[in-house]
Structures are given as structure tokens and as C-alpha cells.
């Protein structure tokens, strides 16, 4: 059974930082992708970065251009967690931001779509604001 547990949500004021983390089980890293989405406010799902990791030593990151150059996307094989390092936060990226995996794909139309992801978790919180 595959099971994604994310944590590290809080209020931060613009211009911080922050770690989310996502404890995966029940899939292998090299076989699946995995991914933080995020649903803002009376909005709708928004991909945000994508991982692979064929080997332990290897890792394929992929960034939603609202993001690029602020979040950094992680993992520890070893640990079966996935980080998501935000910095430079803006009031934007306030949001309920969820982990979720899928089989590996190599294109974009594929791992950034959010429709494709059958397994989540139950998200955390992300609140920027002074």
C-alpha cells in the first residue's frame, strides 16, 4: 500500500523559508516519480516540482516556473523522504501543498500533470504572511 506522509507546514512571513518533508512507502524510488502539487485558496491544483531517482546517487529534478530559482526539490532513498526547500516565499505560495507519486514518465505533459497522480497524502500548510 502505498502511503505519503508530508509535515513541516507553518505560517512564515514573506521572504522566509521553509522545509516540507514527505515520508513515502510502499513503492520504489526508481520506479516512481514523485511530485508536491498545491491547491491555493478557491483555486485549483497546481504541479510544482518533480523527482526521480533511478539510483541512489542520481536525481532527475523538474520545476514549475513559478517556483524555479526559489524551491529546491530532494531525497534520501535511504530515508524513503522527499524534501521541498522553499525560500524567497511569497504570499502567492500560500497554499496546502500534498505530496504524490506515480509510476516514472520522462515527459512533462505526463509528470506535470496532476490529474495522472492516483496517490496522495493528506498535505500540509503553507501560510505566507506578515
Known amino acids: 500500500e502505498v502511503r505519503l506522509v508530508e509535515s513541516g507546514g507553518d505560517l512564515v512571513q514573506p521572504g522566509g523559508s521553509l522545509r516540507l518533508s514527505c515520508l513515502a512507502s510502499?513503492?520504489?524510488?526508481?520506479?516512481?516519480?514523485i511530485t508536491w502539487v498545491r491547491q491555493k485558496p478557491a483555486r485549483g491544483l497546481e504541479w510544482v516540482s518533480t523527482?526521480?531517482?533511478?539510483?541512489?546517487?542520481?536525481?532527475?529534478?523538474y520545476y514549475a516556473d513559478s517556483v524555479k530559482g526559489r524551491f529546491t526539490i530532494s531525497g534520501n532513498n535511504e530515508q524513503s523522504t522527499v524534501y521541498l526547500d522553499m525560500s524567497s516565499l511569497k504570499s502567492e505560495d500560500t497554499a496546502q501543498y500534498y505530496c504524490?507519486?506515480?509510476?516514472?514518465?520522462?515527459?512533462?505533459?505526463?509528470?506535470?500533470?496532476?490529474?495522472?497522480?492516483?496517490?496522495w497524502g493528506q498535505g500540509t500548510q503553507v501560510t505566507v504572511s506578515s
Open positions: 504524490v507519486t506515480r509510476p516514472f514518465c520522462k515527459e512533462r505533459q505526463c509528470y506535470a500533470n496532476v490529474d495522472e497522480y492516483a496517490d
Open positions: 510502499g513503492f520504489s524510488f526508481k520506479e516512481n516519480v
Open positions: 523527482i526521480y531517482s533511478p539510483s541512489t546517487s542520481t536525481y532527475y529534478r
